[in-house]
């Protein structure tokens, strides 16, 4: 077994970030940001590719990490950087309480998890605090919205369901082993996995089980979601998928070796990020190995889980880069170096690529050439995911601080 903080710090952001894709006490003299040089691209400008414009949900819809369903990554649009700080907000003002996974944008409000056990309700314009939802233990894991209610997991295995309009609990499920890995939804239902690896759907009403089946090994993060089907990937090194509506499994894909995060799914293809440096895309059937990906240096392991959006496919690795990869073939577009690891999950917004590292940067590179087109610092290590919505960027820090950037000098 291996945690995010002891052995390989699995993502459960992507495992269930993200920020959502949809997106307390405001605190000055944060550190700032800079404009930087474009670095020099590894590939020549692509043609983009036609798509529909994402836009952010009406409050009471569905919001998860890397935009949830079937975890593409693909953010509303938001104007360009540069970009300035709206504010702050600092988990726990006594003691260090680190955000592990991506916060979440729904309604006008971010929800994000900290490490000591507590749910935060932000307002996007104020950075106040709504409300505050208090737990024993430390999440890992992004919220999940759907309707008028969040849904998060914790260390000791406890599934919550909590009204966002008040912060009060509704119901909450003992799922027997602890939750890194976070939750996602197809509108109807609530599909987890757990360190023990069970696969749970449950009732998003009264947290009933519905059904569970067994993996292999632990599960930890969120599937993708598509065609009535679930997607998993975990330390078995096997991609899994089951019918949502019953619970069956459909096949075992043999990925060969372990996975951290989320299966992403694209089209008819699967992406899931892997130890061992390699990025691994399978046909939705079970059935095709279309490519892997090795390019990843010192075969440092693929934490975060992939975005894809005009036909590449940008991953954070622990070889201190980001790697953009071509859907279709497999081939590098291009990589950009940071100078920490990169566990974060990227998240795409109108062609630009926004991801956090460990080197405490949060870095906007170009979709098509990998060029960087600006940055910012924080005061700790970005070491999960992000939400962009309603115009705005929300991330946090190792040291527990949230950011919430808007375009602008």
Not at 18 to 24: H, N, Q, V
Not at 87 to 102: F, Q, S
Not at 216 to 225: E, H, L, S, V
Request: proline letters at 5%; a neutral charge.
């Amino acid at each position: 077994m291996w945690t995010r903080r002891v052995i390989i710090g699995a993502t459960a952001a992507a495992g269930i970030a993200a920020a959502s894709l949809y997106f307390l006490k405001t605190r000055s003299g944060t550190p700032g940001s800079q404009n930087a040089p474009a670095s020099r691209p590894d590939a020549p400008r692509r043609a983009r590719v036609l798509r529909p414009k994402r836009v952010d949900p009406p409050g009471g819809g569905v919001a998860a990490a890397q935009g949830g369903g079937a975890m593409l990554g693909v953010a509303p649009d938001i104007d360009p950087p540069p970009m300035k700080l709206r504010w702050t907000y600092l988990t726990n003002e006594t003691d260090r309480a680190a955000v592990d996974a991506a916060p979440v944008i729904s309604g006008g409000v971010v929800y994000v998890a900290d490490a000591r056990g507590m749910v935060h309700a932000i307002d996007v314009k104020t950075g106040e605090a709504k409300w505050k939802y208090s737990t024993e233990d430390g999440f890992a894991t992004s919220p999940l919205i759907l309707g008028d209610r969040l849904f998060i997991g914790d260390l000791t295995g406890v599934m919550y369901g909590v009204s966002i309009d008040t912060g009060k609990l509704i119901w909450k499920r003992e799922t027997e082993a602890p939750i890194h890995a976070s939750a996602n939804s197809d509108g109807t239902h609530i599909l987890l996995g757990n360190d023990g690896a069970d696969v749970l759907c449950l009732s998003p009403e009264d947290g009933k089980v519905l059904w569970k089946a067994q993996a292999g090994d632990r599960i930890n993060a969120a599937p993708g979601i598509a065609d009535g089907r679930a997607f998993y990937s975990g330390c078995d090194a096997q991609l899994r998928a089951y019918e949502i509506a019953t619970g069956k499994e459909l096949f075992a894909f043999d990925l060969g070796v372990l996975s951290p995060a989320s299966a992403v799914i694209a089209g008819d293809r699967v992406i899931v990020s892997l130890d061992q440096g390699q990025v691994m895309c399978v046909g939705t059937d079970g059935k095709t190995k279309y490519w892997v990906y090795e390019q990843i240096e010192d075969q440092a392991l693929v934490n975060a889980s992939a975005a894809v959006c005009d036909g590449i496919v940008v991953v954070g690795a622990r070889d201190r880069q980001v790697h953009a990869i071509d859907l279709k073939t497999g081939k590098r577009v291009w990589a950009y170096r940071a100078k920490g690891d990169v566990d974060g999950s990227p998240v795409i917004s109108d062609g630009r690529v926004y991801v956090g590292s460990h080197d405490k940067k949060l870095y906007v590179l170009d979709l098509d050439t990998g060029s960087l087109i600006w940055q910012f610092t924080a005061g700790r290590s970005i070491e999960a995911g992000l939400a962009i919505g309603q115009g705005v960027v929300v991330f946090g820090d190792s040291a527990g601080h949230v950011y919430c950037l808007e375009p602008g000098k």
